[in-house]
């Protein structure tokens, strides 16, 4: 029977019993969504980089690497793993793509995942393993003939499968491109045996007599010629990797980390952007949502409470109603749960999956939502919360006789406010005084009304202060720093001479990108040729500066990781040389890139434009993209808007989540102040069937009930202001590691939060004023206080 | 002169399908300034005219003419008007606003009425000028009752609604509260209509209107209504 009354007391208090399940789910939806989508990436990035046999290292050594070298690392202690690695971008013949031509000796480093086909077989000298994505865009199947061209030669093979490879994850060209476009660009995997086919054809092309005995001499070299790197699985870290490679091959060689791959470094960059991102804003809403919720479940066991005395009174057992009680709690937070989780995965599963907004980032096999148990125990834990506010409610109303316990409730007495008695107050209507007793005499559905609109602004201004702030920061740096329309990438054909002529041509600027190591981290040194004024440089706060003629700007990231300042020095080692450079910092700057920027005629008085590392790789220049006609000495070509919208695209996800806060954030404002609302409507229903008694139109009264919940919301989104810059400071702290970005929060993120806090206060006020018309006077008044 | 006529009116109240007539073809007036009494056991819908007099409610059927004004007819807030300026209610459960002060309380109707007389100088008629700035919790039943009248008063009505305003006190109270009406109902000159189930108001009143079944029984003039301190409670 009790359960009945569970039912029917249910639909009694729907709005109250909905809203308090829509918080659950909301709450816990947006917390999961968040924290899998960030637990995912880590977790099936991690296995594919597992599966794959992922590189920690790799060994680049632009004259080769020949296979006595590989034999001298893989006796070195704490190798796993070890195989040549060879990975150019080589045209597709019969289209314009390109295909990352990957050759690797290793069965098990630097390999791939089979989704379709054939294992893959080293001794295959016809084969190919063809990224999936790329086959299917292209309409590739397995059997199909595949004609690539590298330099002079020529690889065709069969496509004996279809893979995907972890090396690359994100599926890029080159620096030049930020999204992957799987139409026109994706991997193969050739083998050994058909690279050594290829060079023997093209020795044999050159020298058709060649003997047999020298021509596997001949290709053995042209090998090792042609493998200038080496890819190893080792758990040393990079500096004793480092020793024992220069000691064992005598010589030094350039050595990355996995962290200096792009792909490895992206996916770690997503993945701790989504664990800052999850860290606070979605614990803050999660927080609200319980706090609004153990307030309701409390207020709606007093409302209950002369139907506890009348059970108590009938002989039920304290333990029997306290059951029954908690039995709404936890009712309400299972099913609140069961739909956070679902809402949580559906989020997830939104940018997590093939088909999803990462989807067009990450390319990798396994698309698992992870959820893992630390979420599992916060939903648990909840449930129990909410279950235990549940049974105190109860019990403190058990404490009592029966006979206690069948008196209706009545709320706390009112005490005068330290304001009465002044001038003020004496000059206020008495509908104003009405509502400020009110509030004080209702603490906690005030506090949790105040709380409501005061974490929904903080995440208001937060979210929309993330967005104004990333648009600030790409404005600053596209309509700020890049004055050119379009930026050529030069190709390695293209030696410095070409490329200043060609910038000269162009009336445009130049830089060259050196690769050189500080410390033990690469870093960027670039040199730059501005004589047109097409590309600028922004200070700390985003002020258009120049580069020094002395010395050199630093990026704000590297400053603060090499805890460096305007007059110290900064050594630069480039890869490929033994010289190194001291550097004089003149200023920090604001970068896209971890670099040290200078200009030619600085890098010419360190003799740096004389080093075999400097080599120009950019133009800057006015002319339009389609002007410009294409070479082998060009790379690509890319407008400033390619750019701006290749960066927007890499940003989708990004926006995806400050949009999902903003939406949320205005559904949880709705439900926690219709709901608290609508509690102080029936908490207040006697007093307003008063006023009505006495002659107060239904208007005069529903403006009182609006009133209170403004001047609540007036009070939280003045105070969420200043809470959700600071939010946004916190975070934008957090993401320090991955942009150089200058909070921004003006009032094109402060208005429509406002407007959005307000006006979802002013929505809910009008609903339940709505409500008095309603008002039974005769129903109302009956009965004792 | 007639202040209240209630002409062939019928107050049905339909719960499923079930159909009660809480008043049934009622046809009545009141004298303006007497004092009212009406009895009847409970459901026999003493509350029901009460309510219908007050604007409170809206007749099925029938006509109800109060000071020349047909209120049956009037709209949520011609009727909210009409509650603010012509009738006064007191409840049995006193119904104060608890987060307003006595004075408050009163004051409050300055903002409806539009001929409402001063709080300080009712509060002050009725022995409660000290109690002007307390919380209503912090008075007796009796005084939050004489708080109530004062209300009710304060708005100038023509006519005093009290249902059963001495249900929630004891006799003695009860005798201070009902003197306090007659009083400030001789002294302004309004009517007053209670409603009660307790015989003993009745020996006070200038009518007496029986009410039983919906229906009205009998209304007898007393010429000789006694005083409180006279009736044996």
Known sequence: MLRRKLWRTAKVYKVQFISMILLIALGIGVFVGFNAEWVTIGKDTESFFRDSGFADYRIIDEDGISTADVDKIRNLEGIGGIGRFLSVNADVKGSNDQLALTVTESDH????????GKE?????????????????????????????????????????????????????????????????????????AMLRKVIEQKIREEEPDIDDDIMSVAVKQACDETFCQVNIISSMDKQEVQTAVDKALGRSLLILTKDENVSYAESRGEMNEGK???????????????????????????????????????????????????????????IGSVLGIAMGYFLCRMVMSQDGMMGTYFVMPDWTIHMPVWIWAIVLAIVILTIFIGYLSVRELLRGTAAETLRPYTPRHIHRLLIEGTALWRRMRFGTKWNLRDIFRHKSRSAMSFIGTFGCMLMLVASFGINQTMNNFLDTFYDGTAVYASKVFLSAEAENEDAVSFAEELSGDYSASVSAKVGDKTVSADVYNISHGLYRFIDEDSNIISLPKEGALICKRLARDFDVKAGDTVTIEPYGTDESYDILISGINGSLTESISMTEEYAKSLGLTDSEAYRINSVYTMT?????????????????????????SFMKIFYFFIIVLIVASVLLCLIVLYNLGIMSYMERYREMATLKVLGFRNKAIGRLLISQNLWIAMAGTLLGIPAGIWALNVLMDMLAGEYEMETMVGPVSILPATALNLGVAVIVGWMISRKNRRINMVEALKGTE | MKIVKFKDVTRTYVTGDHTQNALAHVDLEIEGGKFVVILGPSGAGKSTFLNLLGGLDNPTSGTIIVDDTDISTLSSDELADYRAAKVGFVFQSYNLIPTLTVLENISLVEEIAPDHMSAQELLTEVGLADHAHQFPHELSGGEQQRVSICRALAKNPKILLCDEPTGALDSETGVVVLKLLLKMARDYGKTIIIVTHNQNIAKMADVVIHIRSGKVTSVNEQLHPLSAEEVEW
């Not at chain 1, 002079?152 to 992957?180: H, K």
């Not at chain 1, 609200?288 to 409390?298: C, D, E, H, R």
């Not at chain 1, 207020?299 to 029997?320: H, V, Y």
């Open chain 1, 109 to 116: 480093t630097s390999i791939f995942v089979l989704t379709e």
């Open chain 1, 120 to 192: 893959y077989d080293r001794r295959d000298a016809e084969g190919f393993w063809l990224m999936d994505k790329y086959a299917e865009m292209n309409g590739i199947s397995i059997g199909d003939e595949l004609t690539v061209t590298f330099e002079d030669m020529e690889f065709t093979g069969t496509v004996r499968g279809l893979i995907e490879s972890a090396e690359y994850l994100i599926c890029v060209r080159d620096e030049s491109q930020v999204m992957p476009d799987f139409n026109s660009y994706g991997y193969v995997y050739g083998t050994p």
């Open chain 1, 276 to 334: 800052t991102m999850g860290a606070i804003l979605p614990v803050l809403f999660l927080a609200i949502a319980i706090l609004t919720m153990i307030t309701t479940m409390n207020r709606i066991t007093i409302s209950e409470k002369t139907q506890i005395g009348t059970l108590k009174a009938l002989g039920f057992r304290d333990k029997r109603i306290i059951r029954h009680y908690t039995s709404y709690a936890a009712v309400i937070s299972v």
């Open chain 1, 624 to 648: 339009g993209k389609d002007q410009i006609n294409t070479s082998s000495k060009i790379k690509s070509v890319q407008s400033k808007q390619d750019i701006i919208d290749s960066f927007d």
